[in-house]
């Protein structure tokens, strides 16, 4: 099956785009440059037995390792809430109960705090009834905070006394750093217990994973606000719309909302620096969008300019140890306003923040999709006595990914990657906001 392009000719032309990427060799594709049809890579182990640079698929084994009718089965869900928590609750209950025939099936309130049992909050017993109807909802039916990983031995004790054999951690890299912690506190005991995560985590930032659920949810709601700021923007003189979006280190969010929303005019992100003042800066910048156009919206993640916030502030940290981050929304709202009002010139800002109705919110179809298959590969995990994992995505195939590699890193955005001259080709916005 030949798959070569025909072309018209040879291509002798330089590309204007070439004066707007910096970065050539990320920017641009050579045409020797291909696509694996087949992503699998075989079924013949490798010599030495280990295995490099790829991954275990995921799915149903023919052979497992525990007997479903002795099986006890416990779900958490920890950090902070996401779309499509309730989604693959009601997975990993429905593939147990009535994939394998796991009777057993217990809920941890509350995250890893629900194995402490200083907080005594009880375990809830989780059916296909009860939970049938949950995925309609937002939230988590188990609720979720952070931190409780303190006392590891403590939470594997309990997990111990109540006889769990398989827990499933729905989280981001701190829960995974937690599941973790028990997967090798139950491996020195001796226990029987097998670990597998589900990631969890908003920003899109877990590396070897192509994407975490509640993503798509985000970005395609934070796409409304955006539609917002500009209708307002749009509505007044020099109007301009500023959302801030989540993002703490990986602006994902940000970056594909705009890429989908095309009313963007600046995207701001973690991984971008950019300075405010100046004649490259993002005032001047804006300034002459005004003058141009007449109005302007600029979307900002969560985690973008804390290199500007925070040069004499304290550092401070939740309980998962994340550090707080300085609020750059407000502070961009502020400092706006103060730059065109000190030149005289008037401005309409409009700030938004949807934060908490994006994370409150139910999972879009697409991501619902996505969680029901993310838990039933969980449990296909899970009862064939695989631990110390979290479930993936790798070129559109789940995977088991081991959760040492997966906190290895943070995934983030490459100023310098193709996905980067994307957002700058929907934007407009200069390459680089940095004054030499």
């Known amino acids: 099956m030949p798959t070569q392009i025909k072309n018209l000719g040879h291509c002798t032309i330089d590309s204007p785009l070439l004066k707007k990427y910096s970065q050539r060799d ?8 291909r696509v694996r ?29 525990f007997q479903p009718e002795k099986t006890k089965v416990a779900i958490t869900s920890c950090g902070g809430l996401c779309p499509g928590i309730n989604d693959v609750i009601r997975s990993l209950v429905m593939e147990s109960y009535y994939g394998y025939g796991v009777q057993n099936i217990i809920g941890i309130p509350y995250g890893y705090n629900g194995l402490n049992p200083d907080y005594n909050y009880k375990p809830v017993s989780l059916s296909p009834d009860f939970v049938k109807s949950i995925h309609m ?16 031995d403590g939470l594997v004790d309990t997990l111990e006394k109540l006889n ?3 827990l499933y951690t729905i989280g981001g890299d701190g829960t995974l750093r937690g599941a973790h912690e028990i997967a090798m506190i139950a491996t020195k005991r001796g226990l029987r217990l097998a670990v597998v995560g589900i990631p969890k985590t908003i920003d899109n930032d877990i590396s070897f994973i192509q994407r975490s659920f509640g993503f798509e949810t985000a970005f395609s709601i934070a796409v409304e606000a955006i539609y917002a700021a500009h209708t ?7 109007g301009i719309g500023l ?13 594909n909302a705009a890429i989908a929303s095309s009313d963007v005019n600046f995207v701001l992100l973690p991984e971008v620096p950019f300075e405010l003042e100046g004649p490259n800066g993002l005032y001047a910048h804006l300034e002459e969008r005004l003058k141009r156009r007449g109005h302007a919206v600029i979307c900002v993640a969560e985690g973008a300019g804390q290199e500007i916030l925070q040069k004499d502030s304290e550092k401070k940290y939740d309980a998962s140890g994340n550090l707080k981050l300085a609020d750059i929304g407000i502070y961009l709202k502020e400092k706006i306003q103060e730059y065109f009002n000190k030149k005289g010139i008037e401005i309409n800002l409009k700030y938004i923040d949807p934060s908490y109705m994006i994370r409150s919110a139910p999972a879009v179809p697409n991501d619902s999709i996505y969680c029901t298959l993310l838990g039933q590969n969980a449990v296909h995990a899970g009862m064939a006595g695989k631990t110390d994992l979290v479930i993936g995505q790798w070129s559109n195939i789940y995977t088991h990914v081991p959760i040492e590699v997966a906190i290895s890193q943070r995934k983030r955005i490459d100023p310098h990657s193709r996905f980067y001259s994307s ?3 929907a934007t407009g916005q200069p390459s680089s906001m940095i004054n030499e």
């Open 26 to 33: 990320a920017a641009f594709v050579d045409d020797n440059i």
């Open 37 to 65: 049809l087949n992503a699998f890579i075989g079924k013949n182990p490798p010599k030495g037995g280990e295995y490099i640079d790829n991954f275990e698929a995921a799915g149903p084994r023919e052979k497992i390792f």
């Open 137 to 152: 909802q937002g939230g988590s039916i188990l609720g979720s905070s952070r931190g409780g990983t303190k006392d590891m």
């Open 164 to 166: 769990v054999n398989i």
């Open 232 to 238: 307002e923007a749009e509505g007044a003189p020099n």
């Open 243 to 255: 959302v801030k979006l989540m993002g703490r280190h990986s602006g994902f969010i940000a970056a």
């Open 423 to 425: 957002v700058l080709d």
